[in-house]
């Protein structure tokens, strides 16, 4: 039967072998002082100055560690790589100025999935998810990479000794500081406290941090080296689907969105008075519930957009005009569903409440309707390569966006604004806002007031540390010092608020 044939090298081998075996304390060093200097700064849970210090700092040390090989990537991938980067920390430094616990953590997952793709690399729909799976195991990877480099021999450029007695000074200084220092601590109640706000205790949670910042310098540093072969990932498609198979589906669902876009033109002209004379319809049945049925059918439009301009034949003239005209309209009538599912969600919230959830879901409405935007324009030319990446750059420029609109001061003075026609306003709803409304609710009537600013107290009594310093939290406390104690009240007054409480069955 003769040999056995060799087995086709695998992924691993053939596009992401990894760097070769290095040497010296560059990389090492590196993961090792961005980690700790991460680990310390952050506030854990609490939002604060110190998300946006230690990612700067994990960001400076991968480049100080990696340098002379980012240095060699191409020029136009290494730009890239530094957008996204810098994408990450921006996102970051939301934390030192929203304190909206959804908010900040959008922006933290935003950043994690651009500090993914500063790592890796992706540009396309494919790519785009890989790197969000292959920078977590390159992290796992890069340790026994990372580790290589203490015990290989030296490089003769370097000074390893050197630089050795340097780093065990650093470990020697830190143990000092930490004997010493909890030794001095436990002597003099007046230096402890100070201490306690200047460095961080030491707790299994700090502990978690490091390992985790630490990581994510191992897969920067790894996978920077020698980053991944993604033209296999971003292959375009083989046309699988004849003119018939793909048109009558997509000529269906233009007939389908004609159909609705046409009811939708008196909803949209008619405003309140055809919402309120239709039979059977109210504004929680036809806005809220409306809402989230356009915005899934947009979210399915894009994927069967996808999919179609991927896998549908375009080999002759007739075959190209055809999915230019239906993928145009298509596109142009998922635009109109858009603009419905933004009008339900604004009237909803103008004759109930204006939220700041409600406020994100309108703003990744829009996006999406930008998503069909950008495919028309696509779909002149037929390049539509740099819709993914792109998409994410304005998913990025919208969190940032309601960061400096301040969604939750937004919706609080929307609802103010309205209580002050109507005499009506949600105190319940109101009184579970961040510190990022207090300034606003802290001018409303005693009776409402008091319910508002109940429960904001308990998260503003403890002083925050230096690297725990937060814009929303400062302005809040300002607010309740002008206030005063005799301002604030409790779930008694929030009972008694209850007259001007718009209806709960909404």
């Known amino acids: 039967m003769g040999p056995p044939r060799p087995l086709a090298p695998g992924f691993l081998e053939a596009r992401w072998p990894g760097p070769k075996p290095a040497s010296g304390w560059r990389v090492p060093v590196a993961v090792l002082v961005g980690g700790l200097v991460a680990a310390i700064v952050l506030?854990?849970?609490?939002?604060?100055?110190?998300?946006?210090?230690?990612?700067?700092?994990?960001?400076?040390?991968?480049?100080?560690g990696i340098w002379p090989a980012a240095a060699a990537l191409p020029k136009a991938d290494r730009a890239m790589r530094a957008v996204w980067a810098g994408s990450a920390v921006v996102l970051l430094s939301v934390l030192a100025f929203r304190n909206a616990w959804w908010l900040v953590t959008f922006c933290v997952l935003g950043a994690l999935g651009c500090a993914a793709?500063?790592?890796?690399?992706?540009?396309?729909?494919?790519?785009?998810?890989?790197?969000?799976?292959?920078?977590?195991?390159?992290?796992?990877?890069?340790?026994?990479?990372?580790?290589?480099?203490?015990?290989?021999?030296?490089?003769?450029?370097?000074?390893?000794?050197?630089?050795?007695?340097?780093?065990?000074?650093?470990?020697?200084?830190?143990?000092?500081?930490?004997?010493?220092?909890?030794?001095l601590s436990s002597a003099d109640a007046a230096f402890s406290q100070v201490l306690s706000a200047i460095v961080p205790t030491v707790s299994v949670g700090r502990?978690?941090?490091?390992?985790?910042?630490?990581?994510?310098?191992?897969?920067?540093?790894?996978?920077?080296?020698?980053?991944?072969?993604?033209?296999?990932?971003?292959?375009?498609?083989?046309?699988?689907?004849?003119?018939?198979?793909?048109?009558?589906?997509?000529?269906?669902?233009?007939?389908?969105?004609?159909?609705?876009?046409?009811?939708?033109?008196?909803?949209?002209?008619?405003?309140?008075?055809?919402?309120?004379?239709?039979?059977?319809l109210s504004y929680a049945e036809y806005a809220r519930s409306g809402f989230w049925q356009l915005a899934t059918v947009t979210v399915l439009t894009i994927a069967v957009l996808g999919g179609v301009t991927r896998w549908a034949s375009r080999e002759d003239r007739v075959d190209r005009i055809l999915l230019r005209t239906l993928l145009g309209l298509l596109s142009s009538l998922s635009i109109v569903i858009v603009v419905s599912a933004l009008s339900r969600m604004y009237a909803y919230q103008k004759v109930y409440s204006f939220t700041g959830e409600r406020i994100f879901v309108m703003?990744?409405?829009?996006?999406?309707?930008?998503?069909?935007?950008?495919?028309?324009?696509?779909?002149?030319?037929?390049?539509?390569?740099?819709?993914?990446?792109?998409?994410?750059?304005?998913?990025?420029?919208?969190?940032?966006?309601?960061?400096?609109?301040?969604?939750?001061?937004?919706?609080?003075?929307?609802?103010?604004?309205?209580?002050?026609?109507?005499?009506?306003?949600?105190?319940?709803?109101?009184?579970?806002?961040?510190?990022d409304a207090t300034p606003a609710l802290s001018t409303l009537p005693d009776l409402v007031r008091r319910c508002t600013l109940s429960w904001i107290v308990a998260d503003l009594d403890e002083p925050d540390p230096w690297y725990g310093w937060n814009l929303g939290r400062e302005n809040a406390r300002d607010a309740l010092d002008r206030v005063g104690s005799s301002g604030i009240g409790g779930s008694s007054d929030c009972q008694r608020a209850d007259q001007f409480d718009l209806p709960k069955t909404r």
């Not at 890796?120 to 290589?148: D, M, T």
């Not at 969105?257 to 309140?272: M, P």
């Open 363 to 435: 703003a990744f409405e829009l996006l999406l309707g930008t998503v069909f935007i950008m495919i028309m324009v696509a779909g002149i030319r037929w390049r539509g390569a740099w819709i993914p990446s792109t998409s994410v750059g304005l998913a990025v420029v919208m969190l940032l966006t309601l960061a400096v609109l301040n969604p939750e001061d937004y919706a609080a003075r929307r609802n103010i604004a309205r209580y002050k026609e109507t005499g009506k306003i949600d105190a319940w709803y109101l009184r579970a806002l961040s510190s």
């Open 207 to 280: 502990v978690f941090l490091f390992i985790m910042c630490a990581l994510i310098a191992v897969a920067a540093v790894y996978t920077v080296a020698a980053p991944p072969d993604l033209s296999t990932i971003d292959k375009p498609g083989t046309a699988r689907l004849r003119r018939l198979e793909w048109g009558l589906p997509i000529g269906a669902l233009v007939l389908l969105y004609s159909g609705f876009v046409v009811v939708q033109a008196t909803v949209l002209f008619g405003g309140q008075h055809h919402v309120l004379q239709t039979a059977g």
């Open 43 to 64: 506030p854990g849970t609490r939002v604060g100055i110190g998300w946006f210090l230690g990612g700067f700092a994990l960001v400076a040390a991968v480049i100080a």
């Open 117 to 183: 793709l500063a790592i890796v690399g992706g540009q396309r729909v494919r790519s785009i998810l890989f790197s969000l799976v292959a920078a977590p195991f390159a992290a796992l990877r890069g340790i026994p990479w990372v580790a290589k480099h203490l015990s290989a021999t030296g490089d003769r450029r370097e000074p390893p000794r050197h630089t050795q007695r340097v780093v065990w000074s650093a470990i020697i200084t830190v143990l000092f500081v930490l004997v010493f220092g909890a030794l």
